[in-house]
């Protein structure tokens, strides 16, 4: 049938084809199972902080997150929990239960005691456990369940004599509950067959965008149906996009993405490179999230700049690693000049310093990174009986740059295959050393920093940032890790449709963080259920 | 209805557009403002390495420095309170405290009349108050207007080197250098008797301070440059030099020098070292500033004289270094750090007050006499003559210096 | 070999012999029954010492013709990488030549050879791995009855350094430096056995039925979730049952372990990836566990001095351990690598300085050694090429007069699990063979039985 405009303008077609194609049908994955994931150690000290405030402490050592397929959040669809770290989960809850019921914080977060009308207090360890049970584990509590919690608090303050620490005992036992310390999926049958219900749509939503569990106008949402409407979702999406905790997601995202954890063991030889401290890479690690957020929040900047910007967060403690005057005292923005050497992700001490050897640079390893963590690419694993005799350049021992000593990589075609992949795009950043200081040249020599990656030539770091930026694999490495992020699946699954209409809106849209989370955040597949695969247990 | 009917939709053209206008408007893309909207404004544009024509440094160390040991130079090294007290004892006495310096010290600070005592702390301010120093001069019988603050303003102390001349029977042991050699370059360009020849061969040096505490234990020991770069290290407060105006590091006829103090510590880095390339803010206090013109010839700094105060503050000492008619000359070393000194003149209360400092139980670790120091100041004070008294108020002498790079903060733009 | 069965009755009766009688009112017996029902061995307070198993690896193995000792049987003699040894030689065994048969399958540096030797099979990665790692048995076999199940310690400061896997997503975070390991063992949960009172602490009867409550959920929870989930449900409720042995362990008074003296609290002290640090930092953690186990807080223990592409260094050096495998020539005039030299010998003086610490405490009628069991072992041999074959192995203790020491046995390329299998048979663990594929022996050592 043909369709007869009655509006001339060409405008009207422009707007037609733009509707069109900003409107194109999500294409649907198929269902997963129900989520089982297990809270990260950032994610359980958020909870304790998000139920009973920042006075609370956790102490104690936790089960090492796992990353699976270059994500730690996925990691968290497969770990479950050894007794090791059961253990020490039960003293983190004991610990935490003890201050909350201490006479300093009782009052404060308890807000009620035995009394006449209620001598053994049972109504207000309902009172109270009812209240923290559905904020920890995320969901309202049954009524038997917290017939069976008020009755382990009230039994415990006989045994130990003490009303608060026998309610300390029922909180530790909902902290060391699997329904606290995994984010468990709660299906219902719906019209449509298997479905989440609101709390579970709500957690993965908190999840997503502020790395956290739900607040209260959130959870009052789930409780009223308004997250199974598209109205009702959105605007919940919009307030939690506009809050100032949506940064705490973007950085929590963008942690385990470029895996800045790897600096909490990264150490630098003391002689070689003594302006790299005991704090430096924790510091490393803050300034590149902190930049993040500038960028892309606060600034909402397309993503690929992140690759060229030279505008960072910087401290007093990282300027003599950076070697520019830093104006105040704690945390600020630092602009470089144009044509300054430092720009882009790739000259932050976070990413140069993680990705070398405690006391020289590795090309090898940059480049790594740049394909594996940016560009989603695998690298394969070295051979084992790799071939040194060619490395080893006897009658030349004295090779002063990094170039010429892995020049070997490249020329020999046993080692080339995986070495050109890497080695040209981490030697663009040799100006910079182990530990990620500026320097003008290499032992007296000059720095080459020429490169190409994927037949594009750059020279040097800023141009490898701009080179970054134009190359698809970067944007739908991004893509294809924030979905993965969000909805923690392994990756055996094919999902390549959705996230090509990801990837197309995410162009469309200037590629802007917020609004990717945006749409992930409303999109059906996000809430896709399948109903569990039982199994006859023998 | 729902974005998908709308675009999946075969209704009529009208319908269609005005169900496409409607949802692109939900499908374009909103700009939320986070936060306050507005970006944190950055620093101003300084390149790596800082602003070209700029090179700053921090003075990691300060210090008077002692020339290689010559034969001859001192017969006999100084003594301190405790060995003068010693020596005056009978000898049954001297036999019996010979090895034990701590009884020692307390029948000393007995029979000679020395007194010490801690301030306690205002309970309200946290601070030791005038009200606090009052009533602990009281309880130690401290006369009126004798007696000084100690260790940080934390004890009050009544001893030799708070009031030397109560107690001239200390002015005693201090026999001045004679060697040949010092630090120090001629500053009055004349050749006089009491001169020295520079430890690079330099004519007519005048370090009358050298003449007159070389011989001082304390002096003699870490003034060896080597043991003074590694244990004299002035984290507290040190002193900033800052070269500017400057075209060309290794040469230049004409640079700008400006000293000033520093109100930031100076951190120690992960190998031990004066961490370099860190930022200072500079104390206001205009008296701390100075500014002087210089030129650079081979790395080698040198400077026009002129009159500057420098913050000595070091483990318990608070003082200042008050210089007169001095020049800094230094090398630009290659790898970044400089090495040089101050030489001109010392005002010799200002150094009497360093000293002074010590109390007497530093300058009983010291082998120094505050009394006998002062004779010597005194005696050999050879600059600026006080017009009424005519007696010479400063001493030449040569403060030796190393230090790193430095980015000194003009403007603290604070957080 | 065969341990003490018994019966749940006459265990009941010895626990009333043995120590006082307690009384608060919950059924412990089934604290000590194992999900079998069979009791644990109640092996001290009057009878046998309790046997240890405990694993030492160091990374980055060795130069062959510098560590294989050249004459076999007992009194062998010591190549200049185990010169360390020395003071320890007649109570280590080594046990060179056995290899990793790879079956086609590529040989994934630093990660081939651990996997084969721990687990019995060769796997891609760790994440991969297809059966429990050996230590894991081990504490399955004889690690219930003790507070801790076993104690994993890692020198480097990193709690993620561990070879110790129950599953391929379930790893045994490490403890990773000595304060941690003494607030652990001897903080304020810690039992002294030799205390001349005991009281049961009702806060652990608590705490136990708090861990109760958290159990019973398991129904529910299972019923909800899916087949792969179930699996983790499974594991974690597996883990919370172990606390909940951990706990009851607590409201009986242990037995007496004369051999325990409780240390004091080391001072903060360093971790790095300096050589003279790390070794400093193991031997306060090798002390520590010591004590530990003389105080029978643990049947099991793992301890890793390096990882497998060792991070070992020198001060001031561009080039560490593992680098130098790689990177450094070989001299000339030596025939072998200087640095790689360097690091495999001072990794030989931790060995032997843990192998020391064990046998300093005194136990019985020996030492603490005589009565543990210890299989030290690297990835490789020789780095350059991570080579899997002739991975060097040693053994340390006697297992209680099991083992024999300080003997040295060639194994002729023979698969590695051949060893395993001794370990594990030395233990209890009821095993006729172990490993699969090539992996595959049903043949231990006999030469180190006694």
Known sequence: MMMQFKLSTASALLLLLTAMAGCHREPATAAAPPGLRRLTEAQYRQSIEDVFGSSIRVVGRFEPDLRVDGLLAVGTSVVSITPGGMEQYEAIAGDVARQVVDSENRDRLIGCAPAASDPQGRQCAAHFLRRVGEHLFRRPLGSEELEQAVNTALRASVQLGDFHAGLASALSGFLTAPDFLFRIDHVTAGPAGAQLDGWSKAVRLSYLLWNASPDEPLRTAAQRGDLDSTAGLTSQVDRMIASPRFVAGVRAFFDDFLQLDGLETVTKDAQIYPAFGSGSAADAREQTLRTIADLLVVRNADYRELFETRRLAINRNLGPLYDVPVPGKGWQMYEFPAGDPRAGLLTQVSFLAAHSHPGRTSPTLRGKAVREILMCQKIPTPPANVNFRIVQDVTNPHLKTTRARVEAHLSDPECAGCHRLTDPVGLALEHFDGAGQFRANENG????????????????????????????????????????????????????????????????????????????????????????IKENRS | MSLRTACGSRASVWVVTVALLAALSSCQNRHQSFGSGAASPSAAAVPTGGPPRVRGFVLSNVFVAAPPDEPGACPQLSKGPLELFLESLPAAERKRYAEQREALMKIMNQRVGFRAGRVPVDPNTGQAGPEQVAQTRRKLGIPEGKGSLSFLGKQVTYDSCSDPDDFPQFDRGL?????????????????????????????????????ALGCEWAFHESGKPEVAAKVLFSARAPTLVEISDMDDVRNDADVQVSIYSSLTPLAVDAAGHALARASFDIDGNPQLQARTHGRIVEGVLTTEPFDVQINYKEQIIDTVRKLRATRLRALLKEDGTIEGGFYGYYDVESFWHSVQQMTQLGASSSRLSCPAVRTALIQYADAFPDPKTGRNTAISTALQFVGVRAHIIHRSAGT | MKYLQMTRRNFALRGMLGGAAVTVGLPLLDAFLNDNGTAIAASYGGGPLPLRFGTWFWGCGTIPSRWDPKTVGPGYELPPQLAPIAPVHSLVSVLSGFSVPLDGKGNLPHISGNTALRTGAVADSWQQITAPTLDVVVAGAVGAGAYFRSLDLAADGDPRTSYSFSSASAMNASIPSALELYRKVFGPDFQDPNAAEFKPDPRYMVRRSVLSGVSAERRKLMQQAGAADRARLDQYFDSVRAVEQKLALQL?????????????????????????????????????????????????????FSVAASDLRRAGHTTGHHQSTHEELIDPTLGYQPTADYFSTRSMEAWADFVAALAAVREGDGTLLDHCLVLAHSDVSYAKNHDVNGIPMMLAGRAGGRIRSGIHVRGSGDPVTRVGLTVLQAMGVAVESWGSQSLRSARPVSEVFV
């Open chain 3, 252 to 304: 009986q008074k242990p037995p007496p372990a004369e051999a325990c003296a409780i240390p004091s609290a080391p001072s903060r002290s360093e971790t790095g990836t300096d050589v003279d640090v790390r070794k400093s930092q193991h031997k306060l953690m090798a002390q520590l566990l010591s004590t530990a186990l003389a105080c029978n807080q643990t049947r099991v223990f793992n301890m890793v």
């Open chain 2, 175 to 211: 026999q001045p250098y004679l060697g040949k050699t010092a630090y120090g370059a001629d500053l009055d360009g004349r050749q006089s008797a009491a001169d020295f020849v520079g430890v690079g061969g330099e004519a007519s040096v005048d370090n009358a301070l050298w003449r």
């Open chain 1, 445 to 532: 020599a000059v720095i080459d920093t020429h490169g190409t990656l994927a037949d594009a030539s750059f020279d040097g770091a800023a141009g490898l940032g701009t080179v970054l930026g134009k190359d698809p694999a970067v944007a739908s490495c991004l893509v294809q890790s924030v979905w993965r992020y969000a909805s923690g699946h392994v990756g055996d699954r094919d999902e390549s449709a959705f996230l090509h209409y990801l990837d197309e809106r995410f162009a469309a849209n200037g590629y802007r963080i917020p609004e990717l989370m945006r749409l992930i955040a409303t999109s059906r597949n996000f809430y896709t259920v399948a109903a569990p």
